[in-house]
């Protein structure tokens, strides 16, 4: 399957902790993005970085891109409780349009 | 620029009915591609529209199907529905042509119960 796996299921940390979440693949991809999403709500595009990047930023978000060992991780620097949410990894391995999901980290941040 | 919309928001149906989701994308863009969302086995791809043109199918049986329309809504259709059709339903739209380097967006969801 090329179902992301994502690692931690659950993480919990305090208020402006770092929380850095893992996904793995197991095929060659486009892209990988990752998602946001409140408690069964939708989801909130985070980032999308290319398979020829390693690295993309964005605000307190920091991707980064392992293609030869497919893997990635999202780095969330200085957490807020607001960032409480489950975070999700998609890989789009063709021009299909279509999205293969992780399972998920559910985060909580404590205040 | 309005987010991607789905209606209704929430749905009770009983076992055997069917239902029809809506979805409208952001405007000017032409993919929309629907996803299951369920707590076993997460989210899982549906079907992928380009315009009007189903282009990517999941592993779903034929009682679920969708269709595009000229101005890129879609909507998707869950014939003789089953006590495991209970699910958040969500619809994203995307302005590439389901290429690579695109970003989804994603609506609200459709929540379906069915008793």
């Known amino acids: 399957s090329q179902q992301g796996e994502e690692d931690p299921q659950a993480l919990s940390i305090q208020e402006g902790e770092n929380a850095t979440m893992n996904c793995s693949y197991k095929t060659s991809i486009n892209n990988l993005q990752w998602y946001r999403q409140n408690s069964g709500r939708g989801l909130v595009h985070l980032i999308l970085?290319?398979?020829?990047?390693r690295e993309k930023h964005s605000g307190r978000l920091r991707v980064t891109l392992d293609t030869s060992k497919k893997s990635s991780s999202l780095l969330i620097t200085a957490s807020r409780a607001a960032d409480t949410a489950s975070y999700f990894c998609?890989?789009?391995?063709?021009?299909?349009?279509?999205?293969?999901f992780g399972q998920g980290t559910t985060l909580q941040v404590k205040p | 620029k309005a987010g991607v919309t789905q209606t209704p928001r929430y749905l009770i149906k009983t076992r055997g009915q069917q239902v029809t989701l809506s979805c409208s994308p952001i405007s000017g863009h032409r993919s929309v591609s629907w996803y299951q969302q369920t707590p076993g086995q997460g989210l899982q791809f549906l079907f992928e529209?380009?315009?009007?043109?189903?282009?990517n199918k999941g592993n779903f049986p034929g009682r679920f199907s969708g269709r595009q329309f000229s101005n890129s809504r879609s909507e998707m259709n869950v014939s003789t529905l089953e006590l495991g059709d209970s699910a958040l339903y969500l619809c994203?739209?995307?302005?590439?042509?389901?290429?690579?380097?695109?970003?989804?967006?994603f609506g609200p969801g459709t929540r379906l119960t069915v008793l």
């Open positions: 529209y380009f315009s009007e043109t189903q282009r």
């Open positions: 998609a890989i789009e391995g063709g021009n299909t349009g279509k999205l293969i």
């Open positions: 994203a739209s995307s302005s590439s042509a389901g290429g690579s380097y695109n970003e989804q967006f």
């Open positions: 970085i290319r398979s020829n990047e």
